[in-house]
């Protein structure tokens, strides 16, 4: 059964904690993404893979961190320099072989993270 | 900014009326995306329209682009309940890039009411 997952769904984290959010694919795509989504807003993207071992901010990586060791997995740390991270949080991957434009993305079902 | 802008914010119709959604952008583009989202879960991919391309439809879908206006519509025939949902366009920034980056709007809700 192909697709994207994250996990888990539902994250409370205290002020000052770094949480880390999981997103796995088995699609074989090369390119992986993360979003943030305030309530009524669109996604804003915070960072993007393109390849293994390599990754680029988007435009809000203030107080985020990410890793892309395995072509599979992009975890997604929210520091505690990031002072606002109450927010629902989407991972998206593409096939990354679009030879113009971009490609289609598939999401996972998101992560809602709530500071108490 | 934002590159991709949906209008309405919001729209609600009764059952089997049509539903339209329009998408205005800034910059060119190589293609425009739209996606759907219910309410609470990831985003679904439902239509991807090049630039060089007028029309699309996929079952009770139809998309226009109008690149000279910088804008493009989302049509849903027939609209069902379960068409309720959030809906997204998604642009590129007109670069010939490899999976580049899309920026996506603040979407339009639609509300189909049985």
């Known amino acids: 059964d192909g697709g994207i997952t994250q996990s888990p769904k539902y994250l409370f984290r205290k002020e000052g904690q770094n949480v880390t959010l999981s997103c796995e694919q088995n699609l074989n795509h090369d390119a992986m993404y993360w979003y943030r989504q305030d309530p009524g807003q669109g996604l804003r993207l915070i960072y993007y893979?393109?390849?293994?071992?390599?990754?680029q901010k988007g435009d809000i990586a203030e107080g985020y961190s990410v890793s892309r060791e395995k072509k599979e997995s992009f975890p997604l740390t929210v520091t505690s320099a990031q002072k606002n991270p109450t927010a629902f949080y989407l991972c998206?991957?593409?096939?990354?072989?679009?030879?113009?434009?971009?490609?289609?993305?598939?999401f996972g079902p998101g992560t809602r993270l709530t500071v108490l | 900014s934002q590159q991709g802008e949906e209008d309405p914010q919001a729209l609600s119709i009764q059952e089997g009326e049509n539903a339209t959604m329009n998408c205005s952008y800034k910059t060119s583009i190589n293609n425009l995306q739209w996606y759907r989202q219910n309410s609470g879960r990831g985003l679904v991919h439902l239509i991807l329209?090049?630039?060089?391309?007028r029309e699309k439809h996929s079952g009770r879908l139809r998309v226009t682009l109008d690149t000279s206006k910088k804008s493009s519509s989302l049509l849903i025939t027939a609209s069902r309940a379960a068409d309720t949902a959030s809906y997204f366009c998604?642009?590129?920034?007109?670069?010939?890039?490899?999976?580049?980056?899309?920026?996506f709007g603040d979407g339009t809700t639609l509300t189909v009411k049985p």
């Open positions: 998206a991957s593409s096939s990354g072989r679009a030879t113009s434009g971009t490609d289609t993305q598939y």
């Open positions: 329209i090049r630039s060089n391309e």
């Open positions: 893979s393109q390849i293994v071992n390599d990754f």
């Open positions: 998604a642009t590129d920034n007109g670069y010939n890039t490899n999976a580049g980056k899309s920026t």
